[in-house]
């Protein structure tokens, strides 16, 4: 019963972002709203829901193993297997000056949610730090792009809000955003309740569940919006899609959470899981600086990067550190 919890939990997940964000995206056309701003909140919050509903509800179910290994481990799959695949269906290119700003944003801010981790649990100050570096972060973005200081970000947004096909009768996008809200917070449920029953029928730390089964499957709004931009060879708005929900995940969502909830911090992630995101965020980093262009051949290292993590987690993490101690 616990697996067909968990794959109901995928779909209402997909399903349900899916709706939030076309339902949502045609009400902020219909009332005036820009497409920057659609981009630059609609559409990043709307992707980024199902990683915050399920940390939430595993935070007040005292699961916090999987609140904050589903955050780290969403950040890691979205780097290496969602870049990833993007750039196997096309080679991901961008103009270096739209993206280096926020990448480097991303990399001080992951840098901060670590150093925050290191205590031992994010409490109420290190949510408010995250998530006050996240309000930040949206006013400053606001600022510079509405004032023309960055005219290529501000078009990868504006591009970003573009790419989502939405409803024309105003009914539907009602519907389709209050029924997109339902159903990613019953499948949240569904998904927490099912990956809580399989950690402890198989005596698997609830961080890796968290890290793994439960990330990809709040990642897959992310691989569908990405997927599909590739497609229509608009690699940019993937590559900010990722950075995007990653700002999100480690500001916005747990920032959020731990205000609501403090989350205790496991050991592994301490130990190998948060330099593993870490590593995969500076990895984006000399493609950011330079002409930035992921090739196929360099995505297909990514995946397999990924599938090296996955491998690890399935071998066990206590078990690889201890052969290198």
């Known amino acids: 019963m616990m697996y067909v919890l968990i794959a109901i939990g995928f779909v209402l997940l997909l399903v349900g972002a899916e709706f939030l964000v076309k339902g949502s995206v045609g009400l902020a056309r219909r009332i005036g709203v820009s497409p920057l701003v659609i981009g630059m909140t609609v559409v990043a919050f709307g992707t980024s829901a199902p990683e915050f509903v399920v940390s939430l509800d595993a935070a007040l179910k005292n699961a916090a193993g999987i609140a904050t290994g589903n955050i780290i481990g969403s950040n890691i799959a979205n780097i290496l297997l969602i870049l990833g695949i993007t750039a196997l269906i096309k080679p991901v290119q961008g103009d270096p000056g739209a993206v280096l700003r926020d990448g480097v944003i991303l ?42 200081a960055d005219p290529e970000m501000a078009e990868l947004h504006a591009h970003e809000a573009e790419e989502i096909e939405v409803p024309d009768n105003i009914w539907l996008m009602l519907v389709m955003t209050i029924g997109g809200i ?85 050991q592994q992630l301490l130990d190998f899981d948060l330099w593993v995101m870490m590593g995969a965020t500076i990895l984006l980093v000399p493609f950011m600086v330079t002409r930035w262009e992921l090739s196929r051949k360099e995505g297909f290292v990514f995946v397999l990067c990924y599938a090296a993590y996955i491998s690890a987690q399935a071998y066990g993490v206590e078990n690889l550190l201890a052969q290198f101690s």
């Open 107 to 148: 990399l001080v801010c992951s840098a901060v949610f670590t150093a925050l981790c290191w205590f031992g649990i994010l409490d109420v100050t290190a949510g408010f730090i995250l998530f006050g570096m996240f309000i930040c972060f949206l006013f400053y973005s606001y600022w510079r792009e509405r004032h023309g």
């Open 182 to 266: 339902a159903a990613v917070v019953y499948g949240a449920e569904l998904l927490v309740d099912g990956a809580t029953e399989v950690a402890r029928l198989y005596g698997v730390p609830e961080e890796v569940i968290g890290l793994t089964m439960i990330a990809i499957g709040t990642s897959l709004p992310e691989l569908a919006a990405s997927g599909m931009a590739a497609l229509r060879g608009h690699t940019d708005v993937a590559l900010g899609n990722v950075i995007g929900s990653n700002l999100f995940n480690v500001l916005g969502v747990l920032g959020l959470v731990a205000l609501i909830q403090p989350l205790p911090v496991a």
